[in-house]
């Protein structure tokens, strides 16, 4: 066994510069999934991975959907090994500001040991790293030590529209042991990170209606409540002094943090004072009794996104405006359901109307939170592989985002997901520059390698 | 007496099918002063004004201002007797939309007794009942029983910005003993009204600033202070459970409302029923312990009339907004102060500040509400003079709106104001189909003209 992964490293080695030029010839696809002008462009990287795919060794396909096409491939001839869903996108976010970028985001450049292109890190870089690892053994080796099925997706920037449908029609084909993504970042430069945890989220619309058209603050002020006033009153009722939050059955269902897991976050080397310069804000602030760490990926929250009411143009306009509106997101730990919450949310913004102030409550949709058991056999395969092609041993992030794919493997499929994230923070994903170090593309290929061979030999 | 009373009533009924004439070409000049394509219109309408103070038998002049000129006339040769200073505007609003009017709106129609044109009600038509009741007393007994001046200015629906340097610069010139305005409405059709008294308003805007940009609201949300919520907080904490406001002195130097008063106010036949009907609102609600009348025209106020921050376009984005911002008038009542007011307002959303947000707070410009003692003789004599014009004794009201003019007369010339309102609250001021009902027209030329006496004659 040792020989068979002596000759993969050796393959990785050898087919370096082959590697770059590939990844160079995906980037140069401005697959711009948001972008209906691109839509040729789309289907041209899809047909990219599709023949990385065959070059790779797979059975693949392009399976059409009402937006854009999923590559699908597979190998399964690893009898008794376990099966491994790998999950990534082809698409990428559109390339504005323009202005802003040193060289043309579809132009792949490399300074500085980085290679510029949007997509570079968000996640065709990511993507090819386990398309490569799947080709170095298949060449060298003429097989691979686990049965591998890849789900390569062109909707991901647009809200991955298509893919619920692609994941409960095929159902059965899709079923495996575990999933693999790596289309978040490493903790730190130089420290790798498993993700083991995700918060959910629930989306909701508030709309408080009074008068039937914006009515005069002096002629009617006093006499009516004032639906901007009132929403206010609504909002400032979903927070106490200490940030826990008001609305009933919001966190009966999670169990307190498990005091090892307190220990590993409070180990972490995370900078509150830079945290905080970068972000631009003199405080922090949230619900007491929990680190800053522990209220951004492990605590839930419920977060204004947006309001509106009333005039907002310059000067004054002296009004009692006929309604304001807000939307409202709840991130979410393990154990809280999106529909309860948004359910109890509705239920304390009710009880908090106003007479003469009418509600509209709308919305509910979202997806649970995520959390991988961190002391899992996946995860400490995962983390020997990391710890070789790094250098050092990862470590156990939660992040408080969401990823709804992780959600859909989870309730379609029954699959935990591994999150390994190659990129960094700093790799400007979504903005201008986007780049991926060269560094982390050859030490997440080779930690892909790796995590073939080490969930093949789980104890 | 009796004999120029009866007189000067003999020419207003002999007059009237040219006083309405006159009416007419007044009311086709389009003089929007908020369109700058209406400049000449709206020197036309002041040179038609000046035209119809020297028929009358004034002397009179346009006054240049830096925007539209002020009509100025006067007739000062009744010794003795009191001087009353006569406020108006010549300015119409813009009379979109367009489509809504059954007739245009510069082609004066009469239907069902009513005369419909921009500018009918606000303020052509009552301010040409007062110059119509001068050129009655002058043309039928060859003077006036009181001194009178006139100052009918071109940009009250633009915000009066010139008229402030008009009082200053020409305050001895404009010194007398009453001011009157006709610029309000009757209570209800057929119950004619002095309105004694006018809420003030200060003006206020809160911006709230968190991070230095939108940011996401899973990586971010529970860490950090969201600049929205952190403003529902603020606006909510401007009132308690009972409607009441909570800035430090804003009630201290407000006296008890007069039991007499209030008595009055409870007296005069407001359906709420039917008010709230009209709004469109299922219930009131303000401060508790006073009357719904009490709390329009009486109880000071503290309303949002704009919020902003956020996403606001369709579906959601989850980001903790960068920043939110709020507009806030107060209305006033007599003995509180715009810029005391503003500055507790400052402090109290300072003080419900979280921390790791930074807030600014700008305006505080306004007025002092106005209250005239209900048992002046001034009024004593606009009421002898409506009840004789109307048949009925007018009823004592407040507003609940500013009428900034009405402030700038006291704190300028250290005068009163008899606002008396020839019009309804139905003849849809700044609305389409705006009108002025003839029989209004005609009873509030005959009013003044017995005001002049009344005042003449004051014991």
């Not at 943090?257 to 602030?285: I, S, Y």
């Not at 000067?315 to 405006?321: D, E, F, L, M, V």
């Not at 006929?322 to 979410?332: E, G, M, N």
Request: some cysteine.
């Amino acid at each position: 066994m040792a020989d068979l992964l002596a000759a993969v490293d050796r393959y990785l080695t050898d087919h370096d510069g082959q590697f770059l030029e590939d990844l160079k010839a995906f980037l140069r696809i401005p697959s711009v999934s948001a972008d209906s002008r691109h839509k040729a462009d789309v289907e041209r990287a899809a047909q990219f991975v599709l023949a990385q795919m065959r070059s790779a060794g797979l059975t693949a396909e392009l399976v059409k959907t009402a937006g854009h096409p999923i590559v699908y491939g597979h190998w399964q001839d690893a009898a008794g090994a376990p099966t491994v869903l790998i999950y990534g996108h082809y698409d990428v976010q559109p390339p504005d500001p323009l202005d802003k970028w040193v060289t043309p985001p579809f132009e792949p450049t490399i300074r500085d040991g980085r290679l510029f292109a949007r997509g570079a890190t968000d996640d065709k870089g990511q993507v090819l790293t386990h398309l490569k690892s799947i080709e170095a053994w298949m060449n060298s080796t003429g097989r691979l030590p686990v049965n591998v099925k890849f789900v390569i997706e062109g909707e991901e920037e647009v809200g991955s529209k298509n893919l619920e449908t692609f994941l409960t029609e095929r159902k059965s084909t899709l079923a495996a042991d575990v999933a693999v993504i790596s289309d978040t970042s490493q903790f730190a430069p130089d420290i790798p990170a498993i993700t083991y945890g995700l918060r959910g989220i629930v989306a909701c619309e508030v709309t408080v209606r009074g008068p039937n058209q914006d009515k005069h603050s002096g002629v009617f002020g006093g006499a009516i409540a004032n639906p901007v006033n009132a929403l206010a009153k609504l909002l400032a009722g979903l927070h106490d002094g200490k940030g826990r939050i008001q609305v009933p059955g919001f966190y009966g269902d999670i169990p307190p943090l498990d005091p090892a897991e307190r220990q590993r976050l409070a180990a972490l080397p995370f900078d509150e004072a830079e945290f905080l310069r970068e972000l631009g804000v003199g405080a922090v602030w949230g619900e007491s009794g929990y680190t800053t760490l522990e209220r951004r990926w492990a605590r839930p929250t419920c977060d204004v996104n947006g309001i509106t009411g009333g005039y907002q143009g310059e000067g004054s306009k002296t009004i009692i405006p006929a309604w304001a509106s807000a939307k409202i997101t709840c991130r979410l730990v393990p154990n809280q359901d999106p529909k309860k919450i948004a359910a109890g949310l509705e239920a304390r913004l009710r009880e908090l109307c106003p007479p003469g102030i009418t509600l509209e409550f709308s919305g509910g949709h979202g997806c649970p939170a995520f959390a991988f058991n961190p002391t899992s056999r996946y995860i400490a395969a995962a983390k020997k592989a990391i710890a070789v092609a790094f250098g050092v041993e990862p470590v156990m992030i939660r992040e408080g985002g969401s990823i709804p794919v992780v959600s859909s493997f989870q309730s379609q499929l029954g699959l935990d997901t591994l999150l390994l994230g190659w990129g960094q923070n700093t790799d400007n994903l979504h903005g201008p520059n986007e780049h991926f170090h060269l560094a982390d593309f050859r030490r997440g290929t080779r930690a892909s390698a790796h995590l073939w061979h080490e969930l093949s030999v789980l104890g």
